[in-house]
């Protein structure tokens, strides 16, 4: 799959933090990871890659624009993403340190407890 130019960045609200890549779609991870590293220059690896839903809203009454909400639920208006969270990424950096997983945590993981699950 050709995701040439298919991946967008989004930008914090108002300011110039790089959030996230995203593609339209749910996209072959593989594929996205590619395009990423050959148009951004970013290193990541397909743990970081997530399938969602994202959907726009307006900014505000008399502004120009429309803000992204990633990680909506599916429904009405939503439409399905392909995306790296840096948010997320710098969780799962946080977690593929641990060695047991941590109590009450749900998201995305990859401590040691994690990865044994997927190596076995
Ligand atoms: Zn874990």
Redesign the pocket.
Known sequence: MDLQGKVEKVIEFEGYTLLSYMARGHVDKGAFIAEVQQEFEDEYTVDFVEHGFARFVPVGKDMPGQMIILHCERGRGAFPITVIDLETVHLLKI?ET?EE??ENYNGL?I?Q??RSYVDS
């Open positions: 977690t641990l997983h941590p993981c401590c407890t994690c």
